[in-house]
């Protein structure tokens, strides 16, 4: 073999040899990175929406939803949609003129069903804590014409007026946190938004007969059910429909207040109500209720 070829040869294994290292130097730095990020704890800043990220999806027919994949992806809004037995009742139910009130930390999508449900005579509050969720669902509402129907109030909701954080791992969505008192001790692994907390009888004290309470932060119920005293005794004929989850829903005393109230709960179940005498046996460990006399 000719000398040059030889440190052709030679060339080549040391090429691939440094090359070996280096995508070993860089996928470990990442996964360094993506470790030191997992497992450090940060309270961030509530801030509001990037508009210029914003892309343009059609749900139910015609309504559109503006999407950006920093914030939530097209598979979210795809499983809200897919939510067949919850989208039916909201059909069935809502009607033009009804007036909603809307507790959530989720994207817009049934907020924008219901405004189409209510017509132009109806209004859906929308009270979500985080601002770029809020930012959303005010510019989905707006490129429908709904901007007179949905009015969206980022505060947090619970049973009293306080600074609070929605605490949630690293590495997952804001929505799906949990709400906290602003002395909460975060842990390492975990980050924090600022919000501030109110209940809906200070926020809704100049509303009466509402048609509708839709609550879809299913850990808090008790809390939001018990800051919405007032509003449900000026709201005779009210339906409340909330998310249930049997890892997260633990207090059911809001609950067992209302039904000494003389309201029932239902589980909605393959598009049937199946009434709920037990709240500690539901038969499923997710799913949406609805309370109503």
């Not at 505060?155 to 929605?166: C, P, V």
């Not at 007032?230 to 809001?254: C, E, V």
Request: charged content about 20%; some cysteine.
């Amino acid at each position: 073999m000719s000398k040059k070829k030889l440190n052709n040869s030679t060339c080549e294994r040391d090429f691939f040899k440094y090359l070996v290292i280096f995508t070993v130097v860089v996928v470990s730095m990442i996964l360094l990175i993506s470790l030191v990020r997992k497992n450090t704890k940060s309270i961030n800043a509530n801030t509001p929406a990037c508009f210029d990220k914003f892309y343009e999806e059609t749900i139910f027919d015609d309504v559109k939803i503006k999407l950006n994949s920093d914030i939530f992806s097209h598979e979210q809004v795809i499983n809200e949609v897919k939510e067949k037995d919850l989208i039916d009742y909201l059909n069935k139910n809502l009607k033009k003129g009804d007036t909603i009130v809307y507790v959530s930390m989720d994207i817009g999508v049934q907020q924008l069903l219901m405004a189409k449900l209510v017509s132009q005579s109806g209004k859906v509050y929308v009270f979500n804590p985080i601002e770029k969720y809020s930012d959303a669902i005010a510019l989905s509402a707006k490129i429908n014409g709904f901007e007179n129907r949905i009015i969206t109030n980022s505060h947090a909701i619970s049973d009293g007026n306080f600074a609070g954080l929605i605490v949630y791992k690293n590495g997952t969505l804001e929505a799906e946190g949990s709400l906290k008192s602003s002395n909460y001790q975060l842990q390492n692994g975990y980050s924090a938004i600022s919000v501030e907390v109110n209940s809906l009888d200070v926020l809704c004290q100049n509303l009466q007969n509402i048609n509708f309470l839709r609550i879809s932060f299913t850990e808090n119920l008790s809390n939001i059910l018990k800051g919405a005293e007032q509003l449900l005794l000026r709201s005779p004929k009210i339906q409340i429909i909330a998310d249930y989850d049997s890892s997260k829903t633990k207090d059911f005393s809001g609950l067992e207040n209302l039904q000494q109230q003389g309201f029932s709960v239902y589980l909605l179940k393959n598009g049937n109500l199946e009434k709920i005498e037990n709240l500690h046996k539901i038969s499923v460990p997710q799913g949406v209720l609805i309370i109503k006399k």
